[in-house]
Protein backbone atom coordinates (compact mmCIF):
# COMPACT_ATOMS: atom_id res chain seq x y z
CA UNK A 1 0.00 0.00 0.00
CA UNK A 2 0.94 3.51 -0.79
CA UNK A 3 2.39 5.76 2.14
CA UNK A 4 -0.55 7.87 3.22
CA UNK A 5 -1.05 11.26 2.07
CA UNK A 6 -2.86 13.07 4.55
CA UNK A 7 -2.85 13.22 8.46
CA UNK A 8 -5.60 12.71 10.17
CA UNK A 9 -5.51 13.96 14.46
CA UNK A 10 -8.32 14.03 16.55
CA UNK A 11 -8.36 15.55 20.02
CA UNK A 12 -11.15 17.11 22.67
CA UNK A 13 -13.92 16.14 19.60
CA UNK A 14 -11.72 18.30 17.34
CA UNK A 15 -10.06 16.50 14.45
CA UNK A 16 -7.48 17.91 12.36
CA UNK A 17 -7.11 16.69 8.55
CA UNK A 18 -3.63 18.11 7.01
CA UNK A 19 -3.12 17.34 3.18
CA UNK A 20 0.28 15.90 3.14
CA UNK A 21 2.03 16.20 -0.24
CA UNK A 22 4.44 19.70 0.55
CA UNK A 23 6.28 18.44 -2.07
CA UNK A 24 3.51 18.81 -4.54
CA UNK A 25 1.82 21.80 -2.72
CA UNK A 26 -0.38 19.53 -1.53
CA UNK A 27 -2.04 18.83 -5.44
CA UNK A 28 -4.49 16.15 -5.37
CA UNK A 29 -4.07 12.86 -7.30
CA UNK A 30 -6.27 10.11 -6.78
CA UNK A 31 -5.32 8.66 -3.64
CA UNK A 32 -5.45 11.96 -1.84
CA UNK A 33 -8.81 12.24 -3.39
CA UNK A 34 -9.50 8.97 -1.54
CA UNK A 35 -8.56 9.47 1.30
CA UNK A 36 -10.08 12.91 1.90
CA UNK A 37 -13.29 11.44 0.97
CA UNK A 38 -12.46 8.47 3.67
CA UNK A 39 -11.84 10.46 6.37
CA UNK A 40 -14.59 13.03 6.19
CA UNK A 41 -16.70 10.09 5.71
CA UNK A 42 -15.50 8.17 8.69
CA UNK A 43 -15.14 11.11 11.01
CA UNK A 44 -17.04 11.34 14.70
CA UNK A 45 -15.32 14.23 15.61
CA UNK A 46 -17.88 17.95 16.82
CA UNK A 47 -16.02 19.63 14.39
CA UNK A 48 -13.15 19.42 11.49
CA UNK A 49 -10.61 21.72 10.80
CA UNK A 50 -8.92 21.31 7.07
CA UNK A 51 -5.24 22.56 6.40
CA UNK A 52 -1.73 21.67 4.42
CA UNK A 53 1.46 20.67 4.88
CA UNK A 54 4.24 23.18 4.39
CA UNK A 55 3.74 26.34 2.40
CA UNK A 56 0.49 25.62 0.18
CA UNK A 57 -2.96 24.60 1.35
CA UNK A 58 -4.00 23.05 -1.61
CA UNK A 59 -2.61 23.67 -5.80
CA UNK A 60 -5.65 21.60 -7.29
CA UNK A 61 -5.53 18.39 -9.44
CA UNK A 62 -2.33 17.36 -9.88
CA UNK A 63 -1.34 18.59 -13.43
CA UNK A 64 0.73 15.50 -14.54
CA UNK A 65 -1.52 12.88 -12.86
CA UNK A 66 -5.01 14.26 -13.76
CA UNK A 67 -5.31 16.86 -15.87
CA UNK A 68 -1.96 15.57 -18.29
CA UNK A 69 -3.56 12.27 -19.08
CA UNK A 70 -0.13 10.69 -17.30
CA UNK A 71 -2.85 7.98 -15.87
CA UNK A 72 -6.16 6.51 -16.39
CA UNK A 73 -8.19 7.02 -13.23
CA UNK A 74 -8.30 4.10 -11.41
CA UNK A 75 -11.23 1.72 -10.96
CA UNK A 76 -12.11 2.58 -7.51
CA UNK A 77 -12.01 6.52 -8.66
CA UNK A 78 -14.70 5.73 -11.07
CA UNK A 79 -16.50 3.48 -9.21
CA UNK A 80 -16.97 6.17 -6.47
CA UNK A 81 -18.00 9.09 -8.82
CA UNK A 82 -20.62 6.33 -9.76
CA UNK A 83 -21.86 5.99 -6.43
CA UNK A 84 -22.57 10.19 -5.71
CA UNK A 85 -24.14 10.20 -9.47
CA UNK A 86 -20.66 12.13 -10.88
CA UNK A 87 -20.44 14.39 -8.14
CA UNK A 88 -16.32 14.75 -7.20
CA UNK A 89 -16.80 11.86 -4.36
CA UNK A 90 -14.71 13.97 -1.81
CA UNK A 91 -17.02 16.77 -2.85
CA UNK A 92 -20.10 14.51 -1.70
CA UNK A 93 -18.01 13.98 0.93
CA UNK A 94 -17.75 17.34 2.32
CA UNK A 95 -20.98 18.94 1.12
CA UNK A 96 -23.44 16.30 2.95
CA UNK A 97 -21.57 16.04 6.32
CA UNK A 98 -23.11 17.68 9.19
CA UNK A 99 -19.79 17.83 11.01
CA UNK A 100 -18.90 21.68 10.87
CA UNK A 101 -15.77 22.24 8.88
CA UNK A 102 -13.17 25.18 8.87
CA UNK A 103 -10.83 25.45 6.44
CA UNK A 104 -7.37 26.70 7.75
CA UNK A 105 -6.01 28.21 4.41
CA UNK A 106 -2.08 28.78 5.21
CA UNK A 107 -1.22 29.18 1.56
CA UNK A 108 -1.80 28.64 -1.79
CA UNK A 109 -5.62 27.64 -2.57
CA UNK A 110 -6.43 27.33 -6.28
CA UNK A 111 -8.39 25.12 -8.47
CA UNK A 112 -9.77 22.62 -6.73
CA UNK A 113 -7.64 23.89 -3.29
CA UNK A 114 -10.02 27.02 -3.33
CA UNK A 115 -12.89 24.28 -4.30
CA UNK A 116 -12.15 22.51 -1.31
CA UNK A 117 -11.32 26.05 0.55
CA UNK A 118 -15.26 27.00 -0.22
CA UNK A 119 -16.58 23.53 0.41
CA UNK A 120 -15.92 24.52 4.69
CA UNK A 121 -18.64 26.12 6.82
CA UNK A 122 -15.53 28.82 7.69
CA UNK A 123 -12.52 29.83 6.14
CA UNK A 124 -9.70 31.14 8.47
CA UNK A 125 -6.70 32.73 6.45
CA UNK A 126 -2.97 33.14 6.72
CA UNK A 127 -1.82 36.20 5.63
CA UNK A 128 0.41 34.07 3.22
CA UNK A 129 -2.72 32.72 1.68
CA UNK A 130 -3.69 33.14 -1.90
CA UNK A 131 -7.09 32.23 -3.72
CA UNK A 132 -7.59 31.86 -7.06
CA UNK A 133 -10.37 29.47 -9.39
CA UNK A 134 -7.85 28.56 -12.17
CA UNK A 135 -9.92 26.16 -14.33
CA UNK A 136 -10.69 28.81 -16.98
CA UNK A 137 -6.92 29.53 -17.44
CA UNK A 138 -7.14 25.27 -18.13
CA UNK A 139 -10.06 25.42 -20.33
CA UNK A 140 -12.22 23.64 -18.48
CA UNK A 141 -15.50 24.38 -15.82
CA UNK A 142 -15.10 24.42 -11.64
CA UNK A 143 -16.31 21.74 -9.86
CA UNK A 144 -20.19 22.16 -8.02
CA UNK A 145 -18.93 24.58 -5.07
CA UNK A 146 -17.02 27.46 -7.25
CA UNK A 147 -20.85 27.04 -8.94
CA UNK A 148 -23.13 26.55 -5.94
CA UNK A 149 -20.78 28.82 -3.05
CA UNK A 150 -19.17 31.10 -4.33
CA UNK A 151 -21.64 33.26 -5.60
CA UNK A 152 -23.30 33.47 -2.21
CA UNK A 153 -20.45 34.89 -0.62
CA UNK A 154 -18.80 37.13 -2.41
CA UNK A 155 -22.00 38.00 -4.60
CA UNK A 156 -22.34 37.02 -8.12
CA UNK A 157 -20.57 39.97 -10.03
CA UNK A 158 -17.05 39.54 -8.42
CA UNK A 159 -18.27 35.40 -8.45
CA UNK A 160 -18.17 35.86 -11.95
CA UNK A 161 -15.24 38.13 -12.01
CA UNK A 162 -13.09 35.24 -10.46
CA UNK A 163 -14.35 32.85 -12.20
CA UNK A 164 -13.94 34.17 -15.82
CA UNK A 165 -10.51 35.31 -15.59
CA UNK A 166 -8.74 33.23 -13.09
CA UNK A 167 -7.88 35.72 -11.34
CA UNK A 168 -5.55 34.95 -8.27
CA UNK A 169 -6.49 37.41 -5.41
CA UNK A 170 -4.27 37.60 -1.98
CA UNK A 171 -5.79 36.94 2.09
CA UNK A 172 -6.52 40.90 2.76
CA UNK A 173 -8.50 41.05 -0.76
CA UNK A 174 -10.75 37.52 -0.07
CA UNK A 175 -11.34 39.40 3.80
CA UNK A 176 -12.66 42.47 1.20
CA UNK A 177 -14.81 40.41 -0.57
CA UNK A 178 -16.28 38.18 2.37
CA UNK A 179 -14.57 34.93 0.92
CA UNK A 180 -12.65 34.55 4.49
CA UNK A 181 -14.15 35.10 8.13
CA UNK A 182 -10.76 36.68 9.51
CA UNK A 183 -6.99 36.76 8.22
CA UNK A 184 -4.32 36.06 10.72
CA UNK A 185 -0.46 35.73 10.79
CA UNK A 186 1.35 32.46 9.58
CA UNK A 187 1.81 31.50 13.26
CA UNK A 188 -1.66 32.22 14.45
CA UNK A 189 -3.37 30.21 12.12
CA UNK A 190 -3.94 26.84 12.96
CA UNK A 191 -4.38 28.13 17.10
CA UNK A 192 -7.46 30.28 15.44
CA UNK A 193 -9.09 27.64 13.73
CA UNK A 194 -8.87 24.71 16.63
CA UNK A 195 -10.02 27.74 19.25
CA UNK A 196 -13.24 28.44 16.86
CA UNK A 197 -13.24 24.83 16.61
CA UNK A 198 -13.26 23.89 19.68
CA UNK A 199 -15.65 26.66 20.90
CA UNK A 200 -18.27 24.92 18.22
CA UNK A 201 -17.17 21.41 19.53
CA UNK A 202 -18.07 22.57 22.93
CA UNK A 203 -21.67 23.26 21.95
CA UNK A 204 -24.44 20.01 22.02
CA UNK A 205 -23.59 18.47 19.02
CA UNK A 206 -26.89 17.16 17.75
CA UNK A 207 -28.27 20.69 17.39
CA UNK A 208 -25.06 21.98 15.57
CA UNK A 209 -25.45 18.98 13.21
CA UNK A 210 -29.23 20.25 13.00
CA UNK A 211 -27.82 23.78 12.06
CA UNK A 212 -25.81 22.99 9.34
CA UNK A 213 -28.64 21.01 8.08
CA UNK A 214 -30.75 23.64 7.85
CA UNK A 215 -28.16 25.91 5.71
CA UNK A 216 -27.65 23.30 3.46
CA UNK A 217 -31.69 22.98 3.35
CA UNK A 218 -32.42 26.18 2.68
CA UNK A 219 -29.36 27.62 1.10
CA UNK A 220 -27.77 25.08 -1.09
CA UNK A 221 -28.44 23.57 -4.74
CA UNK A 222 -29.12 19.86 -5.29
CA UNK A 223 -25.30 19.30 -4.88
CA UNK A 224 -24.97 15.97 -6.98
CA UNK A 225 -27.07 17.19 -9.63
CA UNK A 226 -24.71 20.35 -10.07
CA UNK A 227 -21.91 17.83 -9.64
CA UNK A 228 -23.13 15.62 -12.46
CA UNK A 229 -23.67 18.45 -15.04
CA UNK A 230 -19.61 20.36 -13.95
CA UNK A 231 -18.19 16.93 -14.30
CA UNK A 232 -20.08 16.26 -17.87
CA UNK A 233 -18.41 20.02 -18.77
CA UNK A 234 -15.06 18.95 -17.35
CA UNK A 235 -15.07 16.04 -19.35
CA UNK A 236 -16.15 17.52 -22.80
CA UNK A 237 -14.25 20.83 -22.65
CA UNK A 238 -10.99 18.54 -21.66
CA UNK A 239 -11.29 16.92 -24.89
CA UNK A 240 -11.01 20.71 -26.39
CA UNK A 241 -7.65 21.69 -28.13
CA UNK A 242 -7.78 24.88 -25.54
CA UNK A 243 -7.87 22.48 -22.24
CA UNK A 244 -4.73 20.77 -23.71
CA UNK A 245 -2.65 23.97 -25.06
CA UNK A 246 -3.62 25.02 -20.92
CA UNK A 247 -2.09 21.72 -19.51
CA UNK A 248 0.75 22.14 -21.99
CA UNK A 249 1.42 25.41 -21.46
CA UNK A 250 1.68 25.14 -17.78
CA UNK A 251 3.81 22.25 -17.88
CA UNK A 252 6.12 24.20 -20.00
CA UNK A 253 6.25 27.28 -18.17
CA UNK A 254 4.91 29.55 -21.05
CA UNK A 255 1.45 31.62 -22.04
CA UNK A 256 -0.49 29.77 -23.66
CA UNK A 257 -2.60 30.45 -27.09
CA UNK A 258 -5.98 29.69 -26.68
CA UNK A 259 -8.07 29.09 -30.48
CA UNK A 260 -11.86 28.32 -29.55
CA UNK A 261 -11.75 25.12 -30.12
Known sequence: MSESVLTYDVQDHVGVITLNRPEAMNSLNYQLYAELEDTVRGATARALVITGAGRAFCAGDDVKQILGGGEAPPAEFRERSQRTGGLTPAADALLYTDIPVIAAVNGAAVGWGMELALMADIRVASEQARFGELFVV????????????????????????????????????????????????????????????????????????????????????????????????????????????????????????????
Open 138 to 261: RGLCCDAPGLGRLAQLVGRERAAELLFTGEVIDAATARDIGLVSRVVAPDALLPTALELAGRIAANPPLAVQALKAGLRRTLEPDWRDTGRWAIEQITRLRQTEDSKEGVRAFLEKRQPVYVGR
